[in-house]
């Protein structure tokens, strides 16, 4: 078992996302990358914390490879917008990729060299990646969100 954090907007959807890829054994939705600790969402969404909106990923590497679950990760947002996606617009929803381990790390940026030079893209990939700093789980009404609305 593994954990990576990604960030790509609005973190109902990115859980979404992920709890649906086989392979994936959990998911979190929280807040990482800032300066505050213990944020809320609505310190988060002000702009001052420095968080972005976040989901922590947990998978096993035996049933899911690095390589999928990055291209999974391209293939939810658009990582050439920055500070927002779609109609959500702020640092919090800054498309991130907080790694726990330097094979983690190189890996992503491998993946996103890889994606630049893909012709895909018109823009140049604005996401950060970084080893992860702490990660704070967001408050229980966020949890799979979609989920418990019947939407996905």
Known sequence: MESIIFGA???WGVQSAFSRISGVVNTTCGYSGGHVANPTYERVCSGDTGHAEVVLVEYDTARLSMDDLLDAFWQCHDPTTKDRQG???GSQYRSVIYCFTPHQLAAARVSRDKQQNSGRWRSPIVTEIS??????PAEAYHQHYFKKRGRF
């Open 87 to 89: 109609p959500d617009i």
């Open 131 to 136: 080893l992860a700093d702490q990660f704070y």
């Open 9 to 11: 907007g609005c973190f």
